[in-house]
């Protein structure tokens, strides 16, 4: 069973660079089925999708986000990460980790999240 | 950029059918995925490619999508239904994946 997991930095100071990193575990992040994503959830209010990336290394960004944004992948531990710049108050949120699977590209499974607070 | 409208919240009364609809311009030419999500947890896929259930996913939840309107169905509704419900489409010709603002359920 594909289990993913986030970690990171629960406090990061604002103008500085959050960075999380999403271990997958119970398959291999390297098949070209799936692509990888990060979404984020402020406090009380909905899902923002902020970028995916393949196996490959193919990325795609947000485009409110993307000036700020960057998805790396490391097959070599089954690892992809976030990267997040100059960080505002407003990226405060549970950042979450995911598998986008099929032609579609649904979101399943996802990691259980992790709160970043941007505060000094 | 793609634009996916639900309304903030829907109520419905425990046995009745709640029916929690997301907007979009032409949406039934896209595949539409729904999600659930409890207060504290993760979001859960509870159906895929506008009317498939994930394994695991009660027969309760069904799916539709035509025009420009889909539709998540939840037959005799429970307690447990209580959540948000997220639509979410991948837009093909931006290669961006788009979640709706989410609604709301209440069972009363």
């Known amino acids: 069973q594909l289990q993913l997991q986030e970690s990171g930095p629960g406090l990061v100071k604002p103008s500085e660079t959050l960075s999380l990193t999403c271990t997958v575990s119970g398959g291999s992040i390297s098949s070209s089925a799936y692509y990888w994503g990060w979404i984020r959830q402020p406090p009380g209010k909905g899902l923002e999708w902020i970028g995916s990336i393949s196996y490959s290394g193919s990325t795609y960004y947000n485009p409110s986000l993307k000036s700020r944004v960057t998805i790396s992948i490391d097959t070599s531990k089954n690892q992809f990460s976030l990267k997040l710049s100059s960080v505002t108050a407003a990226d405060t949120a549970v950042y979450y980790c995911a598998r986008a699977r099929g032609n579609s590209r649904r979101f399943d499974p996802w990691g259980q999240g992790t709160l970043v607070t941007v505060s000094s | 950029s793609y634009v996916l409208t639900q309304p903030p919240s829907v109520s419905v009364a425990p046995g009745q059918t709640a029916r929690l609809t997301c907007g979009g311009n032409k949406i039934g030419s896209k595949s539409v995925h729904w999600y659930q999500q409890k207060p504290g947890q993760a979001p859960v896929l509870v159906v895929y490619?506008?009317?498939d259930r994930p394994s695991g996913i009660p027969e309760r939840f069904s799916g539709s999508n035509s025009g420009n309107t889909a539709t998540l169905t939840i037959s005799r509704g429970e307690a447990g239904d209580e959540a948000d419900y997220y639509c979410?489409?991948?837009?093909?010709?931006?290669?961006?994946?788009?979640f709706g603002g989410g609604t709301k359920l209440t069972v009363l």
């Open positions: 979410q489409v991948w837009d093909s010709s931006s290669d961006h994946w788009v």
């Open positions: 490619d506008d009317s």
